[in-house]
Every structure is written in C-alpha cells, then in structure tokens.
C-alpha cells in the first residue's frame, strides 16, 4: 500500500531587532541576547503560538530548527537543512515553548537563524491512497554580537 501526502506550505519572516519585537503573532515570545561570547553555549526561549482556526486535524508537529552564521540573509528551511550544525527541538508537550541552544565560534557580527516549522495532518482529509496536511515555516532572524571571552579571573 503506498499513501501520498499533498502539501500546502505557507512561509512567513519575522525580524528581530535589538528591541527584541515579537513579529505577526506567531511568535508570542523570544529569548535570546544581544551579545554573546566565542563558543560558549547560549541559552535562549521562543514561544510559538499553537491556536488554530480550525481543530479538525488528526496530529500536529511543531520543530525549532536552529542555526548560526555570519550572514544576515534569511535562511529558509529548505536551505537550513543541507547545513551541518543544524540543530532541531521538538514541541513535544503542544504549547509552543522552546528552550533552546545555540554556539557562534566566529567573534563579530552574526545571525542566530530560526525556523519554526508547523505540521498539521487534517483530519478525515483521507482520499484514496492520499493524506492532505499543511506546513507552515516561520523564519526568525536575529543579530547577535560576538565577542572573545573576557580572559580576567
């Protein structure tokens, strides 16, 4: 038995400026600093917001996908994942938190890049050998400042 998957992707970019805005209500919550230091481990908060228009949906997947770099331009998700050092967190409670992690090994200005990917498999949308589910991606980006560590004891 073979089953396809019809999908429709919706994408959105939200910006995060020092001020720390939260962008278009999808995201109700972020947590990360301004400025960091070289290789250290940096632990940061997103809230997603989890409320649909519509509950008719058999499961629901929610990942944080996270990576840094040096360039400001947007990464999407399809790009994000040919890039070693990815990491993913799961939403495996359903309310939207994601305490997350991330590391820059490079001094200077950098970019923490987000994805928040939405999954949603419909319910009763079986036809045939098909299931129809709905994707969203949110891309969040922020810049960071990177700086050597303070060397004095």
Sequence with gaps: M????????????????????IGQNKILFFEFPDTVAVSKVIKGKLRYNTSLKNSNFDERYIFLHIMTNQEKEDVPLDEMIKIDGRLVYEDTIGNGWFPFEAVFTKSGKST?????????VLDNQVKGNKVEMTSTETIIAKDVHVQEPNTRN
């Design 112 to 120: 923490l890049h987000s994805v928040v990917e939405d999954i949603i």
């Design 2 to 21: 073979i089953i396809s998957c019809k999908e429709n992707v919706d994408k959105s970019l939200v910006k995060l400026n020092n001020e720390n805005n």
